[in-house]
């Protein structure tokens, strides 16, 4: 996937809070710490920060909170101007271009959807859903046939005549998912959209954004402070502490190659084989020795009964039925605990 | 620890130094005679700026062009603008419309029949709000029309719509533009400040030199005292909506615009309704003072009342504009609570706009039945219930009846309070007041307070006000501590009691909705003018933020603190003095803040009831046509307000501080 043409990149992002930020943050700043930041009464909110996100990926941004990830994600839509460095999206450097331009960009090509969920008390769920069409002048019965499109797509059918304060927190956040999707948007931006609700709603409402997103294949930035819900959705993810990217990767990369004690702290408790693949852990240099292949594809849980059970090393098989290693009851073990 | 020991010594040092000053002072009052110029502000040292301002303004309102064009057809052109919707209402509602022709009888359109209007105002509070608040605004209409007071209860609900309309509008527009640019809201709050403690009557004179004696300066004056808060709650409202919802307009790609008038406008709905119910009640109360240059209406009823000594009148017209306050007050309230309820099937126009087509079906079919029956159109003058006299005959049983009580009362305040601090107010040499308030101030929040105390106090020596301050002072500073004495010790059994919360509650509710010149007609009943009754009706009427805040003060107390100090075996007055009382004192003095500013806005109407301060100046300016004197005595009262203002802040700044509290709001 990272080999595929990035859509949106940020390059050297920083940003910094307080007078005379800019000069700092590209001068000395660059190896600045924390502390030698705030002596000068300045605060690092993103440092350096490089990342880029292929078309149709899901890319997720998990930190604590103050790690920085928020102001990244207001850099990469222009709510914050940057210090240094560049955002582009689609080819164009949002921080170079005129404020029109900007309009237009945030009109057609991106949306975002808030963890308090930011819709407008006065209008009704369908009033809500059209708005951003709203904006841009398209006509009421054209853009309110949209908005009924997307009520459908959320599963809110019924509801288009209530207020926001008539609904519950998860449902609020289905008229910001839909909201954020009338305009058809290429980069999708996600911050913590689902921090604020119950956790079992919380976990509906994250199969719902795999559901959407297996129908939509947008471009996605997801922000969360979870790094379990991180795990669960991402494609590839960085995490962020004291505005920089510690680790950046696909998920089994977190699990089988943490960058250093911080991040293992957070994959310790994560149930490993759910994440891993058979692939990811095959051994190429043995011989298959059975006749029971495995996909590369699916997860260590779903295959451990069998491997278990069975003797001998098991081939491992791409998509295309190729054996591109083998696989051992042994080698699973470190991965069950 | 060390930095607990030095602010410790540092306020032993303070306290000294307050001590010291009063020392100094006191010293001047024996040591120095009364012809020094520092017991005595000599009057050849006084600056006249009152008459300079004056001749400005009149020179304004008479001969000064803006682009070869007068000044007074501007504000003429102004004031015509402004008129015409008011005589539009007006005529509609109350008056009708007569035009008068040569050789033929004059055309006359009559107003809307009261009982339509009635039926419209019954049909709105039911839609808005309860059938409770339904019935209470019928009562309220009918009692206008069977006292005969419909005509001038039409004309004040017009004052007050057009001035809420347009004080709404500006009010509005400006605390948009003071959240958008922080440089114009930092320029307007003082501003803000000095308008809001500035005394009505200061507003009237500049009015009537720009627009004439009458209903539209009256308005005019009410829409310019009433605006500041609407502007700030705009301004507050407008800050306070989440960061997300601003975000999010701009992440839609609003433009400018959009995101002001979609977005941050209906997302803060709430508030401005509660802003303008705020606009409305204040409007209301200005309005019916600006009876005094001729605005008529309810106020001006009043007015006539109490001089012809027509107590039932004027008690009749007092009820009226009770009953209106709080018809206005919970009707707006209702609306601005109202929450959205979806709709569960589409329906047609008709069924959308029901209030709408009700309230005009009901409009037409009085209309309609009047011409059979005249008596719905026009209350017919046999029903009404003249009180005239009437209640001359109560007031005088009442007199004599408890006579002993009233004079023993009255004539007790009065030597044993009023007439010793007055003398005590007076004899202060100004210097060493001076000398006090700045060394308070410094003790409280530092020089630049200091300074502002002084400054204030000096400029009012300076323009020869000093004794009419004192006077002024003396009222308020008598009447704000027998407020606060009362409404401390009603405040505790509030926050003690769940059943006397609730009837204080309520009380307070009422007092707080009643406009200012209400608490004028009883007392002035009972004990008719001078210092006495004035001082009784400020502390009526600045009494209820000192029970409110006690009250919530004591219930705010944290639970925790509360169990703590239980387990730690205190008994109940030991949990009330050494706990609650304590801990609720920042809480307390937001609420002696409150109580010192309503103390200054009732001091400049006891004017009328005859007091002797700063606010006679102000009330005088009026009928000699005097802006000059008029604002600069205002300006004086304003700004002593503003000293007691940002003193007590200060005061609970550092209280706060010491008791570990946030600081309160």
């Known amino acids: 996937m990272t080999t595929q043409k990035a859509f949106l990149e940020c390059k050297g992002v920083w940003k910094v809070f307080g007078p005379g930020a800019e000069d700092f943050a590209t001068n000395p700043g660059g190896e600045a710490s924390t502390e030698e930041f705030s002596a000068h009464g ?296 | 620890m060390s930095h607990q020991g030095s602010s410790k010594a540092s306020a032993a040092i303070r306290v000294t130094a307050i001590l010291a000053a009063i020392a100094v002072a006191a010293a001047f009052c024996y040591l120095l005679p009364r012809s020094n110029g520092l017991v005595v502000f000599p009057a050849d040292w006084t600056v006249d700026w009152a008459t300079p301002l004056t001749d400005w303004m009149k020179y304004l309102s008479r001969d000064f062009d803006v682009f070869g064009l007068q000044f007074a057809k501007i504000t003429r052109f102004l004031g015509w603008l402004v008129s015409q919707p008011f005589e539009i ?276 079919a009085t209309i309609a039945l009047s011409t059979v029956l005249p008596a719905l159109h026009t209350y017919p003058d046999a029903w009404t219930v003249e009180l005239g006299r009437f209640g001359n005959g109560v007031v005088s049983w009442i007199s004599s009846t408890f006579d002993a009580q009233i004079t023993g009362l009255r004539d007790g305040t009065i030597v044993w309070f009023l007439k010793p601090t007055k003398i005590f107010f007076l004899s202060v040499p100004w210097a060493g007041f001076v000398l006090v308030v700045g060394v308070v101030g410094w003790a409280l929040g530092g020089w630049r307070l200091a300074l502002l105390g002084v400054a204030i106090f000096t400029a009012i020596a300076l323009l020869g006000y000093w004794k009419k301050a004192m006077i002024s002072l003396y009222i308020v500073v008598l009447s704000v501590f027998a407020s606060m004495i009362i409404g401390f010790a009603l405040g505790l059994w509030g926050g003690l009691s769940d059943r006397a919360n609730r009837a204080l509650t309520a009380l307070v509710d009422i007092l707080q909705t009643l406009p200012t010149f209400v608490y004028l007609i009883p007392v002035v009943m009972l004990f008719s003018i001078g210092d006495f009754p004035a001082f009784v009706a400020i502390v009526l009427y600045a009494i209820a933020p000192g029970i409110r805040y006690t009250a919530a003060g004591i219930r705010g107390v944290r639970e925790n603190l509360i169990e703590g100090a239980m387990m730690s075996g205190c008994n109940r007055r030991q949990m009330i003095w050494q706990v609650k009382v304590p801990l609720a004192l920042p809480t307390i003095l937001l609420g002696l803040n409150q109580v010192v500013m309503m103390a200054f806005g009732m001091l400049v109407i006891t004017a009328l009831v005859g007091t002797r301060g700063l606010e006679e100046v102000t009330l005088v300016a009026i009928s000699r046509v005097n802006p000059g004197d008029g604002l600069m005595a205002g300006l004086g009262i304003a700004g002593m307000a503003i000293v007691f203002d940002r003193y007590i802040k200060a005061l609970n700044r550092k209280l706060a501080h010491q008791l570990g509290l946030p600081v309160p709001k």
């Open chain 1, 42 to 337: 300045l605060i690092a909110g993103v440092r350096d920060a490089s990342l880029s996100v292929a078309k149709g990926e899901i890319f997720i941004i998990m930190g604590l909170s103050g790690s920085g990830k928020s102001t990244l994600v207001r850099c990469m839509t222009g709510l914050h101007e940057l210090t240094a460095g560049h955002v582009l999206i689609d080819g164009i450097d949002i921080n170079n271009i005129s404020e029109k331009e900007l309009v237009k960009l945030r009109r057609k090509k991106i949306s975002m959807v808030f963890q308090d969920f930011a819709l407008l008390p006065h209008l009704t769920v369908l009033g809500n859903i059209a708005f951003p069409l709203k904006v841009q002048g398209v006509p009421r019965a054209e853009r309110e046939a949209t908005a009924r499109k997307m009520i459908e797509l959320v599963g809110l059918s019924g509801r288009e005549s209530y207020y926001p304060d008539e609904l519950s927190g998860g449902q609020q956040q289905r008229v910001g998912i839909a909201r954020s999707l009338t305009t058809q948007p290429e980069v999708w931006f996600l911050d913590e959209p689902f921090s604020a609700l119950d956790p079992l709603i919380r976990q509906e409402m994250q199969s719902e954004f795999l559901r959407l997103q297996a129908m939509l294949h947008k471009t996605i930035v997801f922000i969360t402070h979870d790094f379990d819900e991180a795990i669960r959705l991402a494609d590839r993810m960085a995490v962020m502490k004291d505005g920089e990217i510690v680790q950046m990767g696909t998920p089994e990369e977190f699990i089988l190659n943490p960058a250093n004690d911080y991040i293992r702290e957070f994959t310790k408790h994560i149930p490993k084989d759910k994440v891993l693949k058979v692939g990811s852990i095959a051994n190429g240099s043995d011989a298959p020795t059975n006749d029971q292949p495995l996909q590369a594809s699916a997860s260590l849980q779903s295959v451990a009964e069998q491997v278990i059970a069975g003797d001998g090393r098991h081939p491992v098989i791409d998509a295309a039925g190729q054996v591109i290693g083998s696989l051992h009851r042994s080698e699973l073990g470190p991965y069950l605990l």
């Open chain 2, 89 to 364: 209402l007006g005529g509609v509602m109350g008056t009708g419309f007569t035009f008068y022709r040569v050789d033929a009888e004059p055309f006359v359109i009559p107003p809307l029949p009261w009982t339509g209007i009635t039926i419209c105002i019954v049909l709105v509070a039911h839609h808005v709000g309860t059938s409770r608040l339904a019935l209470w605004s019928a009562a309220t209409f009918l009692f206008f029309a069977v006292f005969g007071l419909w005509e001038s209860a039409m004309l004040t609900l017009s004052s007050v719509t057009i001035a809420v309309i347009i004080g709404g509008f500006i009010g509005v527009l400006l605390g948009v533009l003071g959240y958008r640019k922080p440089w114009v809201d930092a320029l307007l709050q003082p501003i803000y400040d000095i308008m809001q403690t500035l005394p009505l009557f200061s507003y009237l004179v500049p009015m009537i030199l720009f627009f004439g004696f009458g209903p539209i300066a009256a308005l005019m004056a009410t829409v310019i005292f009433a605006l500041p808060p609407m502007a700030r709650v705009t301004t507050q409202a407008l800050n306070a909506v989440p960061n997300s919802v601003k975000e999010f307009g701009r992440i839609a790609g609003a433009t400018r615009f959009q995101r002001t008038w979609w977005v941050l406008v209906p997302a803060a709905r709430k508030q401005l309704l509660l802003g303008l119910n705020q606009l409305i009640m204040l409007s209301l109360a200005v309005v019916i003072v600006a009876s005094l240059i001729g605005a008529g209406g309810l106020g001006g009823d009043v007015l006539k009342a109490l001089r012809s000594v027509r107590m039932g009148d004027a008690l009749a017209s007092g009820f009226a504009i009770t009953f209106m306050a709080i018809t206005l007050d919970r009707l707006s309230y209702a609306v601005a609570m109202r929450r959205h309820v979806h709709e569960t099937v589409t329906r047609g126009w008709l069924q959308r706009n029901k209030l709408l087509v009700s309230c005009l079906a009901a409009m037409a």
